[in-house]
């Protein structure tokens, strides 16, 4: 990928500055942001692959023509046409078996939003490979792709500045759409009384699921606790937290499943019980819908990641 490269489209050259090459030491790659910025985009394609190596920044790779394969250490991603891959910082990959086509690579230097309040919980999510398709994350996978394509337009339309408030007011907004997938508090804020009181109740069930994750309750008793027919609180209940509440138990049970093999040594299988998996087939199925890898593999990978 270089500067004013005749096999890229001129709408998609790059808009400021010079880049002589990728600088690679040890398997870490120097990032060459666009000169005071904190970002770099490429319209990438060239039929070249790139060996293992990581970066301080978050990469984002979207392939628009043809697949895109990501190899990580226990893990191969084949990204298909507009699927949305976010590479977490500092995380080893290579990009091999690359024939042709087009896509679009992002990196973007994101160690300022460590200041924020809820960043710990934004770490969370991206500490794995998170790949983003209208299977995974149906209720804002279009939003967040026409996100990413206001992006191009932003950095590629401009040849002498780069509108970088704006492009990373469109990634925040990105971030806030997974984040409110993820939140177990992820209520919508509200306005008028009658949308406060149901806010207050949610945000109360919401507390009081999360205490009571491992038990199975049923979409009948959360009903009950917040008084409202089976029927309005599941129109509601998706309203306020952007999934069903299925997927949301799920959710809950998952997350207290990756702190477990995170921080105790308890076999698998307990933990599943412990969590309200009924087996570890259950239990496997999930986790590897929600993180893209088994439990046993997720376990050995943060073992890994303690150990340096």
């Not at 978050?58 to 697949?67: D, R, W």
């Not at 804002?140 to 002498?160: H, P, Q």
């Not at 997974?178 to 806010?199: A, I, T």
């Not at 959360?222 to 609180?233: C, E, L, P, R």
Request: charged share 25%.
């Amino acid at each position: 990928m270089q500067f004013n490269d005749n096999s890229v489209p001129g709408k998609y050259q790059q808009p400021i500055g010079s880049f002589a090459g990728r600088i690679v030491s040890n398997d870490v790659e120097e990032v060459d942001f666009i000169p005071g910025a904190n970002m770099r985009i490429w319209y990438n394609n060239r039929s070249e692959d790139y060996p293992v190596h990581k970066h301080s920044c978050l990469e984002i790779t979207i392939p628009i023509e043809k697949s895109y394969t990501y190899i990580f250490d226990d893990r191969t991603i084949i990204l298909k046409e507009k699927e949305i891959l976010l590479v977490p910082p500092d995380m080893l990959h290579k990009i091999a078996g690359t024939r042709s086509g087009i896509r679009f690579i992002y990196l973007f230097n994101i160690d300022f939003l460590e200041g924020l309040f809820d960043f710990e919980e934004f770490k969370r999510i991206i500490k794995e490979p998170l790949l983003i398709t209208p299977e995974t994350h149906p209720e804002v996978y279009s939003l967040i792709f026409e996100r990413f394509m206001e992006i191009n337009d932003l950095y590629f339309f401009y040849s002498t500045t780069i509108k970088e408030m704006s492009i990373f007011s469109k990634l925040m907004d990105v971030f806030g759409m997974l984040m409110k997938k993820d939140y177990s508090d992820s209520l919508v804020v509200v306005q008028n009384d009658k949308q406060r009181e149901v806010y207050i109740k949610f945000k109360s069930l919401a507390e009081w699921l999360a205490m009571h994750s491992s038990e199975n309750v049923s979409m009948d008793e959360a009903a009950t606790h917040v008084g409202y027919s089976k029927f309005h609180f599941a129109r509601l209940f998706k309203e306020y937290t952007g999934m069903t509440f299925n997927d949301y138990q799920t959710t809950l049970k998952l997350k207290e499943v990756e702190r477990q093999l995170t921080d105790t040594d308890l076999q698998i299988s307990d933990i599943a019980m412990s969590c309200g998996f009924n087996n570890l087939t259950s239990l496997s199925r999930c986790f590897k819908k929600q993180y893209g890898c088994s439990p046993s593999q997720f376990r050995n990978r943060m073992r890994r990641l303690k150990k340096k």
